[in-house]
């Protein structure tokens, strides 16, 4: 399956951005699917995921409740809601899916990745 993330920007700091990631190749529907992000210098760094269905999600600690993610099969994407949005959640925020219906909250669980979309919230 091919992933392409977009909808990243500049943003001010208490702004909120809309990421997407289409997927496109085989059924989008078989895959649970998960969000990661990587800022300069730092290693990457889960966010959220999302299960096949769109009924089970995770968040990472430094996003819940200001993140939400959903997903909506009959269009092949997820999406990524992003609210009160500080300037450490800069960086480039990436996709993935699994080979798997279950939501699962490593990096090392998803076999395919798309090419990130940058989101820099200046201060």
């Known amino acids: 399956v091919q992933l392409q993330a977009s909808g990243g920007g500049l943003v001010q700091t208490g702004g909120s951005l809309r990421l997407s990631c289409a997927a496109s190749g085989r059924t989008f529907s078989n895959y649970a699917m998960g969000w990661f992000r990587q800022a300069p210098g730092k290693e990457r760094e889960f966010l959220a995921a999302i299960s096949w269905s769109g009924v089970i999600t995770y968040y990472s600690d430094s996003v819940k409740g200001r993140f939400t993610v959903s997903r909506d099969n009959a269009k092949n994407t997820m999406y990524l809601q992003m609210n009160s949005l500080k300037p450490e959640d800069t960086a480039v925020y990436s996709c993935?899916?699994?080979?798997?219906?279950?939501?699962?909250?490593?990096?090392?669980?998803?076999?395919?990745w798309g090419q990130g979309t940058l989101v820099t919230v200046s201060s």
């Open positions: 993935a899916a699994r080979n798997s219906g279950s939501a699962y909250v490593r990096a090392e669980g998803y076999v395919y």
